[in-house]
């Protein structure tokens, strides 16, 4: 197939839940044992630039306020804020596995992937721009975060992740659900032809002047489709942070701004 044939994506839809917005995934809503939401900027506590609903404590919000948008985001979607693990970000292609039992985790966990099968953990990723991903095996109930910026989607970190889904947990391709949340378009990024591969070549636009507009979802979208992953099992938020600032927040549009969470876990069951 022609991979500029533009494509169709599943849509998600656009949810309210105590003064919440979220996007949800329909196919993986309809899995009983599964939370999960694609958060906006809206409906927390912080002053601007990170207004409102700002997740991210390293860009110089005050504590307090990320602490408080976090709690009322664990409360709406009935989680301890106390598991809600999140990566310290770092534009690599690290995966941190957690298999079976909760483990004693390092303060500082310097990975951009998490796959687990452990109910009541909740992981999530913070963005502004970059693209968050959730993949679920829903037979095997184990689920993964990507966090997915032009770095690690260079290092083919969401192609990894479904290679260790595969390799640690025999998850098969047909049964995979693939969530991919709000980021910037190929409307809006730009960037320079120094960190341009030429494999994005197919996914891109060049501009002539040493500039490429990139479409980093459909970067992403090529790798999952080469796992194994049909069109039907992949859904997205087909949404441009940076032109829908006013629902999202995004370094290229503000640089000094917030992170919004997109989150994922597993429902305690009462039998364990
Ligand atoms: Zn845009």
């Known amino acids: 197939m022609d991979p500029t044939q533009k494509?169709?994506?599943?849509?998600?839809?656009?949810?309210?839940?105590?003064?919440?917005?979220y996007f949800e995934i329909p196919e993986m809503?309809?899995?009983?044992?599964?939370?999960?939401?694609?958060?906006?900027?809206r409906g927390g506590v912080s002053s601007p630039p990170y207004d409102s609903l700002n997740v991210g404590d390293a860009n110089g919000d005050q504590d307090g306020n990320v602490f408080r948008n976090r709690a009322k985001i664990a409360e709406?979607?009935?989680?301890?804020?106390?598991?809600?693990?999140?990566?310290?970000?770092?534009?690599?292609?690290?995966?941190?596995?957690?298999?079976?039992?909760?483990?004693?985790?390092?303060?500082?966990?310097?990975?951009?992937?998490?796959?687990?099968?452990?109910?009541?953990?909740?992981?999530g990723i913070l963005t502004a721009d970059c693209i968050p991903i959730f993949v679920v095996d829903h037979k095997k109930r184990v689920f993964a975060v990507i966090?997915?910026?032009?770095?690690?989607?260079?290092?083919?970190?969401?192609?990894?992740?479904?290679?260790?889904?595969?390799?640690?947990?025999?998850?098969?391709?047909?049964?995979?659900?693939?969530?991919?949340?709000?980021?910037?378009?190929?409307?809006?990024?730009?960037?320079?032809?120094?960190?341009f591969l030429s494999e994005w070549e197919p996914f891109s636009t060049s501009k002539g002047t040493g500039k490429?507009?990139?479409?980093?979802?459909?970067?992403?979208?090529?790798?999952?489709?080469?796992?194994?992953?049909?069109?039907d099992q992949i859904f997205a938020v087909d949404l441009c942070t940076r032109c829908q600032n006013d629902l999202f927040f995004s370094y290229r549009k503000e640089a000094q701004t917030g992170r919004q969470l997109s989150?994922?876990?597993i429902k305690q069951t009462t039998t364990g």
């Open 147 to 195: 966090h997915a910026g032009r770095q690690g989607t260079a290092m083919n970190i969401t192609a990894k992740v479904i290679r260790r889904l595969k390799k640690d947990f025999a998850s098969s391709p047909q049964d995979l659900i693939v969530g991919m949340g709000p980021s910037i378009g190929p409307c809006c990024y730009e960037i320079d032809e120094k960190v």
């Open 212 to 231: 490429w507009m990139v479409d980093l979802s459909r970067i992403n979208l090529d790798q999952i489709e080469k796992e194994g992953i049909k069109q």
């Open 29 to 41: 809503a309809k899995l009983g044992w599964l939370r999960h939401g694609f958060l906006t900027r």
């Open 76 to 123: 709406t979607f009935g989680f301890e804020p106390s598991r809600l693990i999140l990566l310290n970000q770092i534009h690599q292609d690290r995966i941190l596995l957690l298999k079976d039992a909760f483990p004693d985790l390092p303060s500082l966990l310097e990975y951009d992937a998490l796959i687990t099968n452990i109910p009541n953990l909740f992981s």
């Open 7 to 21: 494509k169709t994506m599943n849509r998600s839809v656009l949810k309210m839940k105590n003064g919440l917005p």
């Open 263 to 265: 989150f994922i876990g």
